[in-house]
């Protein structure tokens, strides 16, 4: 049984491009919760998605970022125009439920903006 | 706020000690924590979750003590090994339907020979 994968491990871009992280959660897991994590940092939440709906993006930038996992195919994290500070791991984590359930984590996609 | 402490110095112990992590937690009432472990370019991996009505739960050479009155949860590693180093994090909970999951800072265990 696959674990959670995410795509790319690692992608570069040069600041004013855009960057798509894709996450496909582990089989029976419609709950999807993407973190970022900054060097020496901890895991911040960002936005946490059943299938084609937000339910809280409360830790999310308000502007540039975006995130959707649509009724087929991996959730999408989008950042637009992205700028250095934007360089992190951003990790995807699903669950079968949202209540008591562990996170089961992919390793993460590393962000690096030239 | 909200608030989830880890020592954030790294844990420095002998091969078949036991390694004591703390995590205290302000302006939370969990309904549960939760413990992960993280290596080096690694997604954290879940190892133990413990209920407010369980005073300690155990699993393997793990255990987990909370206590809401200290607002405080330990966790232990009996016979540690070298293989035991890594970050570990804990993740207070309130729960609820739609409830997301906040982690500490972790704390760095390294476990020499």
């Known amino acids: 049984n696959a674990g959670v994968m995410q795509n790319p491990r690692h992608l570069v871009r040069r600041r004013g491009q855009e960057a798509r992280l894709r996450c496909s959660p582990m089989?029976?897991?419609?709950?999807v919760y993407w973190y970022r994590q900054l060097p020496e940092e901890g895991l911040k939440f960002m936005v946490y998605?059943?299938?084609?709906?937000?339910?809280?993006e409360s830790g999310m930038p308000k502007e540039r970022f975006s995130a959707e996992f649509p009724k087929e195919g991996p959730s999408i994290l989008r950042i637009q125009q992205v700028v250095r500070g934007d360089s992190a791991a951003y990790f995807c984590?699903?669950?079968?439920?949202?209540?008591?359930?562990?996170?089961?984590f992919g390793n993460g996609t590393r962000l690096t903006v030239t | 706020s909200q608030k989830i402490e880890q020592n954030s110095e790294a844990l420095n112990i002998q091969e078949g000690k036991t390694a004591t992590l703390t995590c205290n937690y302000t302006?939370?009432?969990?309904?549960?924590l939760q413990w992960y472990r993280q290596d080096p370019g690694r997604g954290p991996v879940f190892l133990l979750l413990?209920?407010?009505?369980?005073k300690e739960k155990r699993k393997e050479r793990l255990k987990v003590t909370f206590d809401t009155t200290l607002k405080q949860s330990l966790f232990h590693i009996t016979a540690s090994q070298p293989a035991d180093s890594a970050t570990y994090l804990c993740?207070?909970?309130?729960?609820?339907?739609?409830?997301?999951?906040?982690f500490g800072t972790g704390t760095r265990l390294q476990v020499t020979l």
């Open positions: 984590a699903s669950s079968p439920t949202d209540y008591n359930s562990p996170l089961h």
């Open positions: 089989k029976g897991h419609s709950h």
């Open positions: 998605l059943q299938k084609e709906n937000i339910i809280d």
């Open positions: 302006n939370y009432s969990p309904a549960y």
């Open positions: 413990i209920r407010e009505n369980e």
């Open positions: 993740a207070p909970s309130e729960g609820g339907t739609a409830s997301k999951l906040t």
